[in-house]
């Protein structure tokens, strides 16, 4: 807890307490041996920086899950390539062709691993754009 300078000018504020809130602090203070004012204070800066690490925890949770979907992101898009690339092959081995079922098959997959990649993209945009504002 910062200190306060004996040549800094200081304010005084009131607060409020009920009864059992006043003689709460009170016990506080003397069980610390400090005066109320000073408990107060503590209390206030303790606060504050309770706030802020909770802000960092959130923070690195947040850059957690992102860099996640990042790495899903790349591997769904890895997955329609390969998708495209097993349909295409298989369609130019001699004597090896599609049927017309195997080949719609083989599109809808790699259709659908696109439209993954794709709604993934969609969601880390938004995240990173919620992440900037």
């Known amino acids: 807890m910062p200190t306060i300078a004996k040549n800094?000018?200081?304010y005084a504020i009131n607060v409020r307490l009920d009864e059992v809130e006043y003689d709460l602090l009170s016990k506080l203070a003397k069980a610390a041996n400090t005066e109320r004012a000073t408990l107060l204070r503590t209390y206030m800066y303790e606060q504050g920086a309770g706030l802020d690490r909770k802000h960092e925890e959130q923070l690195?949770?947040?850059r957690k899950v992102s860099n996640s979907l990042e790495k899903l992101h790349e591997q769904l898009e890895l997955v329609?390539?390969?998708?495209?690339?097993?349909?295409g092959g298989?369609?130019?081995?001699?004597?090896?062709?599609?049927?017309e079922q195997q080949a719609l098959e083989a599109?809808?997959?790699g259709l659908a691993a696109f439209s993954l990649a794709e709604a993934f993209t969609t969601i880390q945009t938004d995240l990173?754009?919620?992440?900037?504002?």
Do not use: D, E, Y
């Open 90 to 99: 298989v369609a130019i081995l001699p004597g090896a062709r599609l049927s």
């Open 80 to 87: 329609a390539h390969m998708c495209a690339s097993i349909a």
């Open 60 to 62: 690195a949770a947040f």
């Open 128 to 133: 990173v754009s919620k992440k900037k504002g």
């Open 107 to 109: 599109r809808q997959n």
């Open 8 to 10: 800094k000018r200081t």
